[in-house]
């Protein structure tokens, strides 16, 4: 059985909980974002909020067979919903700062997905499946979000390499760490080229051939209905 | 590793089995109301009955991290369709008793949080994640139906204080606990208090400040598609 | 708790691929049905196949309470993977063998069902649980991908003696076994129910009363979007 202090060896609270409170922020930010008939109230903006914080290290938990860790401690969920409402407060700061916000979103991708192939490879899985585990961290937050808002799964349509960006990452930490790499080491590098990868997507508007009208039409409806998030 | 034996003695098989029995009724009458089209056979009347019953409670010994309680015995499972068809045959008599149904309601979602919380309190969470796993298994078994028949989730957009009113009698379990109080008794408090605001709610149409717009709005479509639950 | 050596003495790994490699191909095949604007991409194509393949063992666990089978190994997740792009590089080839796709479907759903309520009965779950969880394993993978691409959940709407015939095999399944048959002989007879009952379904186009008016309709919209899989 996998043991709460073992894991905090490896992804520090603090790390833990810059990525839930970044995530929470997010998740206002979206929620923030739904006007008219379809707003939220502050009770549907903490829950989003709760979701994309916690979400990923939900299903990652899920995924390993262990109990979850972000219900382990009081502070996860305090962090969560301290950050949606945050989000909230400061909505229009926030929006002012869309690099800062797209900056940190790539990040946070790159924070769960390396927690979630780091625990997955010390829990005992083989490499190909502990990758998997990473990018189910990373997205999987995004795709309850969706599922619970009754909106098309965004990674499905709209790759623009979010899931790519999420998988090199996770690829760097388990071949590095197979190399003999320590985690932490691997960890940091998977972290950077999650980012970097997502930025120069962003940045260039990269994606997948036949994703490219898709993201075309996307875009079109995010500007008419959700927060723009550009470079 | 948490045994079945341990929660016996802490939640009742029989009550247990109220709730899913209870929970399944309701599946099978909001079921019950789809017309035209998207009318729903045996199969599906007795899918919804599971899922309404049983659904609290699966989320919540996932979250917790050990075996769902529901699929250690054949009750749960024998409870919950049994009572799905029963709803289904005596919906005629269920809709002229709509108090009657409203208070029920009302009275699941606070065994269903009550349950919740005491078994998270048991397992060892801290009392912030046990409230949640609490309110978790009071509105999840809501949110996987809704999730299942492709209707937008209700609780994050009509909330009548649904998700408020489990989460007020889980925050007196889990303080109550915290003072002292025996679990049971603390149950008892948190059922009554759910209980209590959740029949307000209904009685006083009280709704969040955002959400009054929508329920309007979703009443009027309740009121066309789906039998109306009203005191 | 489960040991994986311990199942892999019920279901060898080669049989617990090929159900994986099949529902990746099928996954595949669904995947590539979708034109215009919801086509999907080689990464959205992939996803569907390790969702098809995978989902069902996934959901087993998950009820079962032990860490997920499918993740101990590399082979599932590349199996899935590669079964997918495979559907896809032949899905021409397949498409005009529809006769098989149809008939190998019908044998994966006996595979998914007899593996997870063999596995159910190895964990000491009783009888109709045992069963409950065959069941959601049969027809798991299907409710994931719905849910995962907007879609209505098919087993809801239109079942086609769906669950009704992977019902069937487990019920067969886990009745022999309580009359003391051993699980190796019941679990292959219940794989020939599934298989016939689906197969004679599809022949003479058999559904529960109330489905046929949505069965009919349902068909319509296939024709118009995805690929026709009939005999």
Known sequence: MW??????????????????????????????????????????VAIIGIVMGMGGGLIRDLLLG????????????LTATGAALIGMLLAGVFHRLNAVIVGLDAVVIGLFGAFGTSKALIVGLPIVPAIFVGVCAAVGG????????????????????????????????????ALGAPLVAASIAAIAVTTVIRLLAVIFDISLPEQRALHRRKVAVETAAIPIVKL
């Not at 799964?153 to 960006?165: E, R």
């Open 3 to 44: 043991s709460v202090n073992d894991q905090a060896l490896v992804i520090p609270l603090w790390a833990d909980l810059i990525a839930v409170g970044l995530g929470g922020i997010q998740g206002a930010l979206f929620a923030g974002g739904f006007r008219g008939d379809r707003r939220l109230d502050l009770l549907g």
């Open 66 to 77: 262990v109990p979850p860790a972000t219900l382990q401690s009081n502070w996860y969920l």
């Open 142 to 177: 995004g795709i309850l979000r969706d599922v619970i808002m009754g909106l098309p799964v965004a990674i499905m349509h709209v790759g623009s390499l979010y899931a790519v960006a999420a998988g090199a990452g996770c690829v760097v930490l388990a071949g590095a760490n």
